[in-house]
């Protein structure tokens, strides 16, 4: 009877979803094994390496509801055009890799043998209360999608056919609370929110991250941000959401920027984003304007709950900062890897690159291919993922998209008869049987041993110890003179003997966020900077509701224009205005007024300060450690 029950759940573990839901009904024990959370675990771990002669595909795919003919507007011509009108319908496609064929003409073996609709039920669309809205697709982990419309978040399971609607995010506000001090309300604000969506493995929880953003935009490609983004964290297993600090978000200059939600992997989120210098408004009568320093990868620690930005390789950073470059995320043999694609021709000669995450944490890529070709068609296709010689792209040419494999070898594409809108959300499909609707049928427990104190910590995931290492970021510091830090540090002690708050070494950030070098590299620049005399002149004091300008003293225009030949010398543009600042934290708009004022009082004079920099340090900063005790000095250069 045991290895009846064994063989028995070998074949169920094999059975597509909708299969083992009809099996439930067979009897209680069937039912009770098939809930079960270890057998789910199981389920979806065998469906997730079941790809290689068999791939599912999840789109938004248009379908042509009806056809009619128009007659030409001008009188003289009676010919007459025929019209489609389409609609969307989610749907996933059944993919089948016979190695059999042998088609000559495409030279693919890859075909379409199974469609299947989506139906949305019609009594969540009469909850939701729009009828006529249509869903997108936001994200998608372990079988499970994330759906949104204007007014809501649905989490479905299409294999099995269950729909959740997310109750409503009670804590983000359509507009900032805390203003900047100096914004003068008389310009539009506009609101930005954004949605990932993946799986915590050390609480065997899902869960919907969304962020906002408050800013005008100022130019094309620039915007000067209100106030700090904020975030929020809806955990599906316990139905509520929970605001999350946004500090890993910020460094000592820059901001990251999550736009576009890519792929959930191992416990981490991914956006592609875009990191850019804070904006100083007091600077903007003099032209100065906010530069975004170009596209980055943002990822997000569901179990520490934490951001992180990831650099892109060094040889591509030419085309990120000049928004030449077309980014895809995806997997490719258990790592996180990217389509890279330049859009000027002129200077990128070859069509697409892959480039692989040698180290999930550090950030260092390997390219890995190039596909090669000069077909019009192929550079106008968006690659989507690898599945073994074939890549799975969508041809974009005009507003619509087909679905085309591509296959390494022999440099043929093959069309596959579906069109989409919308390449960015298409993605590889794993069925599976986990259910959206609550904390009953969460997976089985995974053991968490990783700490935050913890500096190369470790986490069990499927019986593997997997390395949680820190992210460092590198920062050049203006050191000022013994005599001004001595008086810097009185104040500073004034101001944490009111607020709290890390004790802060006095400084000046020329150039901060360097991360696409490695440790070698950034001494052997910084060895062999520039060593210009520079005078430093205070402008003014300034708070701000950022953790690391909270309370500073902003330098005046020269300063910024000397530490220019820094950044060029890093490679970077740098468009940040310098500033010492005088205390880390997070502070009410009273308690900055406050702030403000014990500054004036401790030292009436420091907005006429100035004074000489001739020394200049590099420091290896960990931007999670807000206490500051791991920033390290690595090297010193003065005279």
């Known amino acids: 009877m045991k290895m009846g029950q064994d063989m028995l759940l070998k074949v169920l573990l094999t059975l597509p979803p909708k299969t083992l839901m009809r099996f439930k009904c067979v009897s209680k024990w069937w039912s009770a094994l098939i809930n079960n959370p270890g057998f789910v675990s199981k389920h979806l771990s065998i469906s997730a390496n079941n790809n290689l002669t068999t791939l599912h595909v999840f789109l938004a795919r248009l379908v042509v509801q009806r056809q009619h003919e128009e007659v030409e507007e001008d009188p003289k011509c009676n010919s007459t055009t025929k019209k489609e009108e389409t609609e969307e319908v989610l749907s996933f496609l059944e993919l089948c890799k016979d190695d059999d064929n042998t088609d000559d003409e495409h030279g693919n073996s890859c075909s379409l043998v199974g469609v299947q609709d989506i139906i949305i039920p019609q009594s969540?669309?009469?909850?939701?209360?729009?009828?006529?809205?249509?869903?997108?697709?936001?994200?998608?982990?372990n079988g499970i999608v994330l759906l949104s419309s204007e007014s809501s978040l649905v989490l479905c399971n299409p294999g099995i056919g269950e729909f959740n609607r997310i109750p409503d995010e009670p804590c983000l506000p359509m507009w900032p609370l805390d203003q900047p001090d100096d914004y003068d309300g008389q310009d539009h604000l506009e609101t930005g929110f954004h949605t990932g969506f993946g799986y915590d493995p050390m609480s065997n929880e899902y869960k919907v991250v969304t962020f906002t953003t408050y800013f005008q935009e100022a130019d094309e490609d620039r915007w000067r941000f209100l106030s700090r983004h904020r975030a929020v964290v809806y955990t599906m297993g316990c139905d509520f959401w929970e605001e999350i600090n946004t500090d890993s978000l910020e460094t000592e200059t820059t901001l990251f920027w999550p736009k576009h939600f890519e792929m959930s992997f191992k416990g981490m989120c991914y956006w592609l984003g875009i990191e850019q210098d804070k904006e100083l408004f007091p600077f903007d009568a003099v032209g100065h304007r906010f530069h975004a320093n170009g596209t980055l990868i943002i990822s997000f620690d569901t179990s520490r709950e934490v951001f992180h930005g990831i650099p892109l390789p060094s040889e591509l950073q030419q085309f990120v900062r000049s928004n030449h470059l077309y980014l895809k995320l995806t997997v490719?043999?258990?790592?996180?890897?990217?389509?890279?694609?330049?859009?000027?021709?002129?200077?990128?000669?070859?069509?697409?690159?892959?480039?692989?995450?040698?180290?999930?944490?550090?950030?260092?890529?390997?390219?890995?291919?190039?596909?090669?070709?000069?077909?019009?068609?192929?550079?106008?296709?968006?690659?989507?993922?690898?599945?073994?010689?074939?890549?799975?792209?969508?041809?974009?040419?005009?507003?619509?998209?087909?679905?085309?494999?591509?296959?390494?070898?022999?440099?043929?594409?093959?069309?596959i008869p579906i069109e989409t809108k919308h390449h960015?959300?298409?993605?590889?499909?794993?069925?599976?049987?986990?259910?959206?609707?609550?904390?009953?049928?969460?997976?089985?427990?995974?053991?968490?041993?990783?700490?935050?104190?913890?500096?190369?910590?470790?986490?069990?995931v499927d019986g593997?110890?997997?390395?949680?290492?820190?992210?460092?970021?590198?920062?050049?510091?203006?050191?000022?003179?013994?005599?001004?830090?001595?008086?810097?540090?009185?104040?500073?002690?004034?101001?944490?003997?009111?607020?709290?708050?890390?004790?802060?070494e006095p400084h000046i950030p020329i150039l901060g966020s360097i991360q696409m070098m490695s440790r070698e590299d950034a001494l052997n620049k910084f060895r062999f900077a520039p060593m210009d005399d520079i005078v430093a002149k205070v402008d003014r004091v300034v708070t701000k509701n950022y953790f690391y300008q909270c309370v500073s003293l902003l330098m005046d225009r020269e300063l910024f224009e000397n530490a220019q030949r820094w950044s060029y010398h890093f490679g970077f543009y740098n468009s940040s205005m310098p500033y010492l600042s005088l205390f880390y934290g997070k502070l009410t708009e009273e308690e900055r007024k406050k702030a403000g004022e014990i500054v004036n009082i401790l030292d009436e004079s420091i907005t006429s300060l100035t004074f000489p920099v001739t020394h200049f340090a590099l420091y290896e900063i960990d931007y999670d450690d807000r206490s500051l005790k791991s920033w390290t000095k690595i090297a010193e250069i003065g005279h």
């Not at 969540?124 to 982990?141: S, T």
């Not at 969460?442 to 069990?460: F, P, Q, R, W, Y």
């Not at 004034?494 to 802060?504: D, K, T, V």
Request: proline share 4%.
């Open 124 to 141: 969540l669309i009469q909850n939701i209360g729009v009828p006529e809205q249509q869903f997108g697709i936001e994200g998608h982990c």
């Open 332 to 415: 490719w043999n258990e790592s996180v890897a990217f389509f890279a694609l330049s859009v000027d021709h002129r200077r990128y000669p070859e069509p697409y690159e892959m480039w692989v995450m040698d180290d999930d944490f550090k950030g260092a890529w390997t390219k890995h291919l190039t596909i090669e070709g000069t077909d019009d068609q192929i550079r106008r296709s968006r690659p989507v993922a690898l599945w073994g010689d074939e890549c799975l792209m969508v041809d974009s040419d005009g507003y619509d998209g087909h679905v085309v494999f591509f296959n390494l070898c022999t440099k043929k594409l093959k069309h």
């Open 424 to 460: 960015e959300n298409v993605f590889v499909y794993v069925n599976s049987i986990v259910s959206v609707m609550g904390r009953s049928h969460k997976l089985t427990s995974i053991e968490n041993t990783c700490s935050d104190k913890d500096e190369d910590a470790m986490v069990m």
């Open 464 to 504: 593997e110890r997997e390395s949680c290492k820190r992210l460092y970021s590198y920062s050049v510091w203006a050191i000022p003179p013994a005599d001004v830090s001595h008086r810097m540090k009185k104040v500073m002690e004034g101001l944490q003997a009111e607020f709290g708050g890390p004790e802060i």
